[in-house]
C-alpha cells in the first residue's frame, strides 16, 4: 500500500492568513492526489482532484501543488468557514489516505 | 442534485452480519464508479471497496477482503455493502461516494454509523 504522511497534524492561523497543508507519498503518485475539507459532523467535500483541480464550487482561495511524492494544499486569506479537517488522498494505487489535519483558529 | 443516503447501520455482536445500502439520486447512477469508505469514531478516513458501473471491476480494502461484499443494483440506484464476521474494530461510520470521473470521491453521503459489540 501507498502510504500517506500529512503534516501538520493541526494548525492553529488567524483569520486573512494564508495556509499550508503538506502531503508526502511514499512512492510516486504521479498527481493521482485529491483533498478534502471535513467540517465537524459533516461528511468530507472534494476540493482539489490531479494534486491542482479545483472541484466545482470550491472557492478559489483554495489550490493544490506539486508532483512526484510530495503535494500541498494553500488556503488563502483564511475564512472562519474553513476552520475543519483536511485530509489529502491518493488515488494512483489502491485509495488511501493521510492522517489529517486540524485547522483552527488563533 | 446529487444525493446518496446510506441506511441499515446499527449495533451488532461479534460474528454478527449486517447490511447497509446506499440510495442514490440526482445523477445517472450506471454510469459511475461507488465506493464505501469508513471512519472509526475521532480517526481519519479508511477506504474500504469500489465497484466499477457495470460491477465488472471489483476491490477491497485488505482489512475486510473475504469478509465484506460490494454489490450494486442499477436498476434501483442502490449500492450495497455485506459485511460479515464483524469484529470491534470495524466500529465506524460508512460513507457510500461516487468516484469522480477524473479522480477522487466526488459526493458523500452523509454515513450510517456501524458499532460492534457484545
Known amino acids: 500500500d501507498i502510504q500517506m504522511t500529512q503534516s501538520p497534524a493541526s494548525l492553529s492561523a488567524s483569520l486573512g492568513e494564508t495556509v499550508t497543508i503538506e502531503c508526502r507519498a511514499s512512492e510516486d503518485i504521479y498527481n493521482g492526489l485529491a483533498w478534502y475539507q471535513q467540517k465537524p459532523g459533516k461528511s468530507p467535500q472534494l476540493l482539489i482532484y490531479n494534486a491542482n483541480s479545483l472541484h466545482t464550487g470550491v472557492p478559489s482561495r483554495f489550490s493544490g501543488s506539486g508532483s512526484g511524492t510530495q503535494y500541498s494544499l494553500k488556503i488563502n486569506s483564511l475564512q472562519s468557514e474553513d476552520v475543519a479537517s483536511y485530509f489529502c488522498?491518493?488515488?494512483?494505487?489502491?485509495?488511501?489516505f493521510g492522517g489529517g489535519t486540524k485547522l483552527e483558529l488563533k | 442534485e446529487v444525493q446518496l443516503v446510506e441506511s441499515g447501520g446499527g449495533l451488532v455482536q461479534p460474528g454478527r452480519s449486517l447490511k447497509l445500502s446506499c440510495l442514490a439520486s440526482?445523477?445517472?447512477?450506471?454510469?459511475?464508479?461507488m465506493n464505501w469508505i469508513r471512519q472509526a469514531p475521532g480517526k481519519g478516513l479508511e477506504w474500504v471497496a469500489s465497484i466499477s458501473s457495470s460491477s465488472s471491476y471489483i476491490y477491497y480494502a485488505d482489512t475486510v477482503k473475504g469478509r465484506f461484499t460490494i454489490s450494486r443494483d442499477n436498476a434501483k440506484n442502490t449500492l450495497y455493502l455485506q459485511m460479515t464476521s464483524l469484529r470491534s474494530e470495524d466500529t465506524a461510520l460508512y460513507y457510500c461516494?461516487?468516484?469522480?470521473?477524473?479522480?477522487?470521491?466526488?459526493?458523500w453521503g452523509q454515513g450510517v454509523m456501524v458499532t460492534v459489540s457484545s
Open positions: 488522498q491518493q488515488y494512483y494505487n489502491y485509495p488511501t
Open positions: 461516494a461516487r468516484q469522480g470521473p477524473p479522480g477522487g470521491f466526488d459526493y
Open positions: 440526482g445523477f445517472t447512477f450506471s454510469n459511475y464508479g
